[in-house]
């Protein structure tokens, strides 16, 4: 199995603010790599899969990076709608395991 | 558009079981694989199984290995989770979702139900 760690787990930002999250699996999933965003009360959504590609209507203020084991998702100015959790995800292999999340806060 | 609406949740006691059903419309049902992901209260995603687009190959987290098993009815587009020997630990709201890829065994998960709540009680 492929476990996943996310750093940091909680970041405390500002709107505006340009924002860098980080993913590391612990062997090479080498682009397959997805991000999700979960505000409070909904399901995930899916946000960037094959580590850079974003799904259909994100915005292109985020963006992701990496390959092999390590990954950034990048928010260039956060909006108010932004603050919720991230998580990453690898499907290179089953388990398609989840890492723990970051939680942006205000 | 694709839906997926999740239903079967509740309190179920320790030992005892329970049946999850997901329903899924706007989509080709038989084309894709499902998965159930749960979150216990305040934490994290945990992916607990996956039926694949055909339903001969499931496979599941260890930590419901040998008590969960998973099935899908694709004349009704419907997939289910079948929830053994229940554990405090199960309680969570559980989610199912749809792999972004059609035939694929690598694929995100592009679309999810707003889950159901399972707690396990006595």
């Known amino acids: 199995e492929i476990v996943m760690t996310q750093s940091p787990a909680t970041l405390s930002v500002s709107p505006g603010e340009r924002v860098t999250l980080s993913c590391r699996a612990s062997?090479?999933?080498?682009?397959?790599l997805a991000w999700y965003q979960q505000k409070p009360g909904q399901p995930p959504s899916l946000l960037i899969y094959g580590a850079s590609t974003r799904a259909t209507g994100v915005p292109a203020r985020f963006s992701g990076s990496g390959s092999g084991t390590e990954f950034t998702l990048t928010i260039s100015s956060l909006q108010s709608e932004d603050f919720a959790v991230y998580y990453c995800?690898?499907?290179?292999?089953?388990?398609?395991?989840f890492g723990p999340g970051t939680t942006l806060d205000i | 558009q694709d839906q997926l609406v999740e239903s079967g949740g509740g309190v179920g006691q320790p030992g005892r079981s329970l049946r999850l059903s997901c329903a899924a419309s706007g989509f080709t049902f038989s084309s894709y694989g499902m998965h159930w992901v749960r979150q216990a209260p305040g934490k994290g995603l945990e992916w607990v199984a996956i039926i694949s687009y055909d339903g001969r190959i499931q496979y599941f987290g260890e930590s419901v290995k040998g008590r969960f098993s998973v099935s899908r009815d694709n004349s009704k587009n419907t997939v289910f989770l079948q929830m053994d020997s229940l554990r405090a630990e199960d309680t969570a709201m559980y989610f199912c979702a749809k792999d972004f890829r059609a035939y694929s065994a690598t694929s995100p998960l592009d679309s999810w139900g707003r889950g159901t709540l399972v707690t396990v009680s006595s």
């Open positions: 062997r090479s999933v080498s682009d397959n």
């Open positions: 995800q690898q499907y290179t292999i089953w388990p398609p395991f």
